[in-house]
């Protein structure tokens, strides 16, 4: 019978923010550490119990952390830029990793996650291990932009700011802070793609057919740069296949790890 798992909280401060951390270690040590990297509104607390099931279903370690202005992390007192995603991949996730003592990580990016780690692997070409993007944005559509002024809305006027709450210590900061930025009209050109071509790593998307935040253009557009890239599209699942549906995502996202294993043994 397998102990359970150790969930490790802290804090590191990296670019002069502190920010929280879950470590998780791994059931088999050899494998690479996956690093988690949370959607535009999401924290280490949002990933709710996927972190754990993660690191039991592959037998990697995991790390997570809330980016600045996002769960316990520092709160944010500024306006975000519109390039705050290029700081995130070429500033802070190198530092934190350092911080942390990772090395060649397994990069978990979801969302505005997603997009920081195709930021990264562009920039820092022989670091990650790999890429597993959930819903990743490469550039800026009509139905995201929709669907962020949907949340806008929903803020000012349903229960959805005191659904926040529960995983943002300053929920309004953090609210503003991802919505402001995408609703500005000079994010509207904000495009990645030209990161793309340089990704030498392995790079697994999964994308929901009813994504509300994206369409199939942006993991085509990854592929069509990347074309060693596979895509796995989920049935009956909007913006977050982690939460929309587990199981096929887990089973994929571990199946990837033994692809890469044997992509390991082969190299050597």
């Known amino acids: 019978m397998s102990l359970p798992l150790q969930l490790q909280h802290g804090e590191v401060v990296v670019d002069g923010k502190r920010l929280a951390t879950l470590r998780i270690?791994?059931?088999r040590p050899e494998r690479p550490t996956i690093v988690m990297l949370h959607e535009g509104l999401g924290s280490v607390e949002m990933w709710k119990d996927f972190p754990e099931r993660l690191a039991a279903r592959t037998g990697c370690s995991v790390a997570a952390y809330s980016r600045y202005g996002h769960g316990s992390s520092d709160r944010l007192t500024e306006k975000r830029a519109v390039e705050y995603m290029h700081h995130e991949g070429e500033v802070v996730l190198p530092e934190l990793l350092e911080k942390l003592g990772i090395s060649h990580p397994i990069l978990l990016g979801h969302s505005d996650g997603g997009s920081i780690a195709l930021i990264f692997a562009g920039t820092y070409l022989e670091i990650p291990e790999a890429l597993i993007l959930e819903a990743p944005h490469v550039f800026v559509e009509d139905l995201s932009v929709a669907s962020i002024a949907q949340a806008k809305d929903a803020f000012e006027a349903t229960d959805l700011r005191g659904k926040l709450a529960r995983y943002h210590a300053h929920v309004d900061e953090t609210f503003w802070g991802w919505n402001d930025i995408w609703l500005d009209p000079r994010f509207r050109s904000w495009n990645i793609e030209s990161y793309l071509p340089a990704i030498r790593c392995p790079i697994l998307c999964?994308?929901?057919?009813q994504d509300e935040y994206g369409t199939m253009a942006q993991v085509l557009a990854i592929q069509q740069r990347v074309p060693t890239s596979q895509i796995l599209t989920l049935p009956n699942c909007r913006h977050s296949p982690h939460r929309d549906q587990p199981e096929a995502t887990l089973n994929r996202m571990s199946e990837f790890v033994?692809?890469?294993?044997?992509?390991?043994?082969?190299?050597?």
């Open 258 to 268: 033994r692809e890469l294993e044997k992509r390991r043994v082969h190299l050597r």
């Open 25 to 27: 270690d791994a059931a």
């Open 206 to 209: 999964i994308q929901g057919e």
